[in-house]
């Protein structure tokens, strides 16, 4: 069958800023915590139940921090993806090594990510530092180019990026994460999104241009469920089953002086750059812009009276 040549991979990119891990969100009735423990438990389920749908699926895990984002999965000293998992016996144990190396490397790194971090953050500064989350769709979609670049003749990979966000979205990296999802649809990467706080309109945006499935999770203790349900089946098998409708996509752009949203601004007709206010100078290409002149109100004309003779 045509299906046994193409092989699947699942980019996994998890933010992993630690002001917004362990918050008290409200869900419903009930208050419930954000536990960055129990989000990597139900990822890492869910990374393991990805490799066990077929025999041939990858897997890449990048972990997204405020000052950096790093692979954790697979490693700089092994090989790409996961492709090796079916020469390797049971350990002891009766674990799966694929799924043991899976997880060790994923906890390992993690941790010394966070570890390195906490020793470099400043306790004195009073802003909350954004996550990286351009930087990590950036690898990512270096990372699948690579992949399909070294693919085997006869072999087809089909790619996509699973995005686990908790952390608000920063208008500042407004244009490089529109350019992640441009290049992502150009390359037919699908790009999902599971975000457990705030909605995030960026992620709507990625998830409404690429053919992606965007959800907000409604019980944080529920993730593992709606990871299996919503984001294991491929793309072409989540046309047969009945999922979360979508909801209103936030378009709104981010202007290029202040980094806010704005409902209506002005456009740059050269470049396409938004402001909020009117410029005469595009900051971005430096085109002029003039305004059109007020036309001049005309005198009225008097009527000639008739001097007709006779009359």
């Given at each position: 069958?045509?299906?046994?040549?193409?092989?699947?991979?699942?980019?996994?990119?998890?933010?992993?800023?630690?002001?917004?891990?362990?918050?008290?969100?409200s869900?419903?009735?009930?208050?419930?915590?954000?536990?960055?423990?129990?989000?990597?438990?139900?990822?890492?389920?869910?990374c393991?139940?990805?490799?066990?749908?077929?025999?041939?699926?990858?897997?890449?895990?990048?972990?997204?921090?405020?000052?950096?984002?790093k692979?954790v999965?697979?490693?700089?000293?092994?090989?790409?993806?996961?492709?090796?998992?079916?020469?390797?016996?049971?350990?002891?144990?009766?674990?799966?090594?694929?799924?043991?190396?899976?997880?060790?490397?994923?906890?390992?790194?993690?941790?010394?990510?966070?570890?390195a971090?906490?020793?470099?953050?400043?306790?004195?500064?009073?802003e909350?530092?954004?996550?990286?989350?351009?930087?990590?769709?950036?690898?990512?979609?270096?990372?699948?180019?690579?992949?399909e670049?070294?693919c085997?003749?006869?072999?087809k990979?089909?790619?996509?990026?699973l995005?686990?966000?908790?952390?608000p979205?920063?208008?500042?990296?407004?244009?490089?994460?529109?350019?992640?999802?441009?290049?992502?649809?150009?390359?037919?990467?699908?790009?999902?999104?599971?975000?457990?706080?705030?909605?995030?309109?960026?992620?709507?945006q990625?998830?409404?241009?690429?053919?992606?499935?965007?959800?907000?999770?409604?019980?944080?203790?529920a993730?593992?469920?709606?990871?299996?349900?919503?984001?294991?089946?491929?793309?072409?098998?989540?046309?047969?089953?009945?999922?979360?409708?979508?909801?209103?996509i936030?378009?709104?752009?981010?202007?290029?002086?202040?980094r806010?949203?704005?409902?209506?601004?002005?456009?740059?007709?050269?470049?396409?750059?938004?402001?909020?206010?009117?410029?005469?100078l595009?900051?971005?290409?430096?085109?002029?812009?003039k305004?059109?002149?007020?036309?001049?109100?005309?005198?009225?004309?008097?009527?000639?009276?008739?001097?007709?003779?006779?009359?």
């Amino acid at each position: 069958m045509a299906d046994e040549n193409i092989s699947n991979l699942l980019v996994v990119i998890l933010d992993a800023n630690p002001v917004w891990w362990g918050r008290i969100v409200s869900e419903g009735n009930q208050q419930q915590q954000i536990s960055l423990t129990h989000c990597v438990d139900s990822l890492m389920v869910f990374c393991n139940a990805h490799l066990m749908m077929k025999h041939d699926n990858c897997l890449s895990f990048i972990v997204s921090h405020t000052s950096t984002s790093k692979f954790v999965f697979p490693q700089e000293d092994s090989a790409s993806g996961v492709g090796e998992n079916g020469q390797k016996d049971l350990p002891s144990d009766g674990k799966y090594e694929g799924f043991a190396d899976v997880n060790d490397a994923i906890i390992t790194e993690l941790k010394n990510l966070l570890s390195a971090e906490d020793s470099k953050a400043d306790d004195h500064s009073s802003e909350v530092p954004p996550t990286l989350l351009a930087s990590a769709l950036t690898m990512a979609l270096c990372y699948i180019h690579r992949a399909e670049r070294e693919c085997p003749v006869g072999q087809k990979l089909k790619s996509r990026i699973l995005v686990l966000k908790a952390a608000p979205d920063v208008s500042t990296q407004y244009m490089p994460i529109m350019n992640c999802i441009f290049a992502a649809q150009k390359s037919n990467t699908v790009i999902d999104a599971c975000v457990l706080d705030e909605h995030s309109g960026f992620l709507q945006q990625a998830a409404d241009i690429t053919g992606g499935m965007y959800l907000k999770v409604p019980q944080t203790l529920a993730l593992l469920q709606y990871l299996l349900w919503v984001f294991l089946p491929e793309p072409p098998v989540r046309e047969q089953l009945i999922l979360p409708s979508s909801m209103h996509i936030d378009y709104r752009a981010a202007c290029f002086c202040h980094r806010r949203l704005v409902d209506i601004g002005f456009v740059c007709s050269v470049c396409l750059s938004i402001y909020c206010q009117f410029l005469p100078l595009c900051l971005t290409c430096q085109t002029r812009f003039k305004l059109p002149a007020l036309p001049l109100a005309r005198p009225k004309k008097k009527k000639k009276e008739n001097t007709a003779p006779g009359k």
